[in-house]
């Protein structure tokens, strides 16, 4: 463990750096902890990205770890499925599992962050808001912050952890120094928010247990409850061509686009006009990191390490994965080059396998869902999973409500599982088509052979 006079600074005090602090001074390492932007329990903060999120198992662990999961949970709304809109206005509830513990949660993410700030701020962890990093001088071990006032403040330290997000200013200054081989690849699709408030008696205007979708075929709506009683919607689709962000950039076209694609959710949205002319197209992409280590001073970890496109619900999932998974290097790891190099061991393959998956699942979310082999393909994924307890678990499931199973193997066994599916549901229609008992025998073997 390192010595409690070490100099431990970590920079953003998003969703992964504030949990990441409440963890390492829960184990004696004291950090202090700098973020660009004011409190924002004190005033309100540029918008950012989407206003909630869907926090699954692996982040539920993270926050149990730091005892943070009933004060998370007192303002988390419970999803029990998929709720797809059909383009005639029709719907059917698609259950994320088959047990009832098997629900994803809705979080705020102004109301997350603000919990874990006061969880670090509890276990005495110095957070200086209002300072920006701006660069980084590694011989010197000094890091070049600039404050509200526009006044810069050295900061010395012995090790920089950071935590800023996919524009990471850490990064890009450890890559100044040694090449860290990033590569982002923009997804080409970007994401507007719209919002459906409570309806006329503050009641939520749909069903607030599940994580709404308006499947199209190449681009997708999706809405996520909020504790207020309404939904934040997030359109996703490309930004050029037909149709596409840059065609539809006049808020007229936009809405008489949305009129078209989503009637029933634009019948909901009596603020459309203000949003559309007010709300940004945010970007999408995916950022790959080869190097997340800069010897025994300098480790990124998040989205500044392995920013991902939004599909699977598990970015920050992902990022509070690593914060475990550093504190306990950290905590258990004399050699502090080592542990950094083992962190980045561990979480590496897991960052590029969810990437993968996340990628693959905006194709399952905005275009296979409207296929009747898929409704077929998942009636089969359940009947396997209900007759091979603990053999074969459908890959969502894995992803979403097995931690216990990293990211990398879940990818690995889900094409193995998909393969099959694709073989035992071929030429099928339904259900009953296929032989259940040569099914479970052909998913023993495929996952055999591992
Ligand atoms: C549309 C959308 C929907 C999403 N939905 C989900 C979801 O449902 N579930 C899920 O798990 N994930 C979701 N994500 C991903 C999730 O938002 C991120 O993975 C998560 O926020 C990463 O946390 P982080 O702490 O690494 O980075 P961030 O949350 O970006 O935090 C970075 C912090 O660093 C600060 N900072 C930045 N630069 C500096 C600097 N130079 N100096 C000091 N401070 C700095 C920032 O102000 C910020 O506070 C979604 C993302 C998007 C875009």
Redesign the pocket.
Known sequence: MPEASERIVL?????????LAVLMARNGQPVSL????PDPRKQT?PA???I?????ER?RMALARADLLDTVEAFALPMIGRMLHDDKGQTQLQKYGQRDDEV?W?VH?GHL?QALLDAAEAQGVEIHFG????GADFEQQRLH?IDQDDQACPVDFDLVIG????????RKAMDAVSPLGVREEPLGHG?L?LTIPPGPVGNFQMDPEALHIWPRGGYMMIA?PNPDRSFTC?L?LQNEGEPGFDQLAAAKDMRAFLEQAFPDAVALMPDLDRELAEHPV???GTLYVDQWQLDRRAII?????H????F?????????E?TVALADRLANEPDRQQALADFQRERKPNADAIAAMALDNYLEMRDRVREPRFHLKKQLEWALEARLPGEFIPRYQMVMFHPEIPYAEAWARGERQAALLDRLTEHREQLDEIDLNDACEQARQALQQA
């Open positions: 920079v953003g005090a998003g969703l992964a750096g504030s949990l700098y973020e660009r932007y903060v950012g990205r989407s909630n999120l869907a926090l699954a982040g994803i809705s993410r962050n300072h920006r990093l701006d912050f935590s800023d997000g996919a524009g990471s200013a850490l994401y928010e996520l997030t996703f945010g970007f999408l970890l998040g989205d500044a390490a920013a991902i496109v939004p699977h619900g598990q970015g920050m999932n992902a990022a509070f690593d």
